[in-house]
């Protein structure tokens, strides 16, 4: 398997740093959060896009994914979606990155239906301009859709190549879902896995991976040889949790151990 950290766990630090903190405790990619907060993002010009690209290929690092924040299951208009959609895609393209992370955000304002029909619409617009560009928009597990079987509802119409899922274990958890469940409908799909670990469903405070409540061997378990597993540290919403950077070799050897007593 192949792991990487996301920024989230070090917000607003310079890629250089970020670049750093991966080869130094051995992580082969790194997701970057694509907020107007941090050094990468839809607003930076064409120079700085070349420059990060050019810090990457020299630290041996890979860009996994561009997490960003399109909500595109949510309620109004769908041109300011498709407007963000397409600043990611474009920016994904411009650095490399093979996938771009949106969220549902359905919201409580519509139904179900109304929502898994919202967002199947602006990703299937969406697939074309992602494959036209080389990139793969996959949508995370999360606050309205955040099981599995919530995400297949609209992956399953869209039925695109170039649009995905982002497993997020701790949002199916939540959710009810038990791995293998999640698994089964989101295979398919999938683009990457994000694991993390948490005290309880009260407290979502981000833990050292293997300290917590989060089946994290039973997902690990049912994922390839190939697939990426992706760190979501979420220092940027809970400033108490401990820092990101002491923790990150300790939990690349715990990933590998479960991966290697998957395969074992």
């Not at 549902?104 to 074309?128: C, H, M, N, V, Y």
Request: charged share 25%; glycine share 12%; with cysteine.
């Amino acid at each position: 398997m192949k792991y990487a950290f996301s920024t989230l766990g070090v917000p607003g630090m310079p890629v250089s740093d970020v670049l750093r903190l991966a080869t130094g405790t051995g992580y082969a990619g790194v997701e970057l959060r694509a907020h107007p907060e941090e050094p990468v993002h839809p607003g930076i010009g064409a120079s700085e896009r070349a420059d990060a690209v050019g810090e990457f290929e020299r630290a041996g690092v890979e860009i996994l994914a561009l997490a960003g924040y399109a909500r595109v299951a949510a309620p109004g208009d769908d041109a300011a979606v498709h407007e963000e959609l397409d600043a990611l895609l474009t920016l994904a393209r411009d650095l490399g990155a093979p996938y771009v992370r949106v969220f549902p955000g359905g919201g409580d304002e519509q139904s179900q239906e109304e929502a898994d029909a919202t967002a199947a619409r602006r990703l299937g617009r969406a697939a074309e301009t992602a494959a036209d560009l080389g990139v793969r928009i996959l949508l995370e597990t999360h606050d309205s859709h955040r099981t599995g079987a919530a995400a297949s509802r609209v992956l399953g119409p869209v039925g695109h190549k170039n649009v995905g899922a982002l497993w997020d274990v701790m949002h199916t958890w939540l959710g009810g879902e038990t791995p293998a469940a999640t698994h089964a409908v989101l295979a398919p799909h999938l683009g990457y896995t994000q694991v993390k670990d948490i005290a309880s469903a009260d407290d979502t405070t981000p833990l050292a991976l293997g300290t917590g409540v989060l089946p994290l061997g039973e997902c690990v378990a049912l994922l390839d040889d190939d697939d990426w597993l992706c760190w979501e540290y979420e220092k940027r919403w809970y400033p108490e949790a401990a820092e990101l950077p002491g923790l990150l070799t300790a939990g690349r050897e715990y990933l590998e151990g479960l991966a290697g007593h998957r395969s074992g």
